[in-house]
Nanobody, 127 residues
Framework: QVQLIESGGGLVQAGDSLRLSCAAS????????MAWFRQAPGKEREFVAG????????TYADSVKGRFIISRDNGVNTLFLQMNTLKPEDTAVYYC????????????????????WGQGTQVTVSS
């Protein structure tokens, strides 16, 4: 099991930027694909971005492509999400998640492929 703690959320205006962080402990962080999901009130949890264990393969939801950048620093066991040009529709609770299996090549957008989740951090974008 890996423990995940998100930080960096807040209230911003449309067009602003935020950087989310996810600190991991427990399992060997560098062996696992990691991802960010988000959930807005009354909506299902949706995939935002994912990054494989090596950091060489990334996947983004169409809604954030070109605006968000996912990265990781395996030296400090931390996952990041740089969010630029934020829009009101980006408002949600953002969760980081660690994949169930080590050394996965495919970055899955399916929540059930992820075994461990953080508690979430709120991002609110005002218009």
């Amino acid at each position: 099991q890996v423990q995940l703690i998100e930080s960096g959320g807040g209230l911003v205006q449309a067009g602003d930027s935020l950087r989310l962080s996810c600190a991991a402990s427990g399992r060997t962080f560098s062996s696992y694909t990691m991802a960010w999901f988000r959930q807005a009130p009354g909506k299902e949890r949706e995939f935002v971005a994912g990054l494989d264990w090596s950091g060489g393969r990334t996947t983004y939801a169409d809604s954030v492509k070109g605006r968000f950048i996912i990265s990781r620093d395996n030296g400090v066991n931390t996952l990041f999400l740089q969010m630029n040009t934020l829009k009101p529709e980006d408002t949600a609770v953002y969760y980081c998640a660690a994949a169930r299996m080590q050394y996965m090549i495919v970055v899955s957008a399916t929540p059930r492929e992820y075994a461990d989740w953080g508690q979430g951090t709120q991002v609110t974008v005002s218009s």
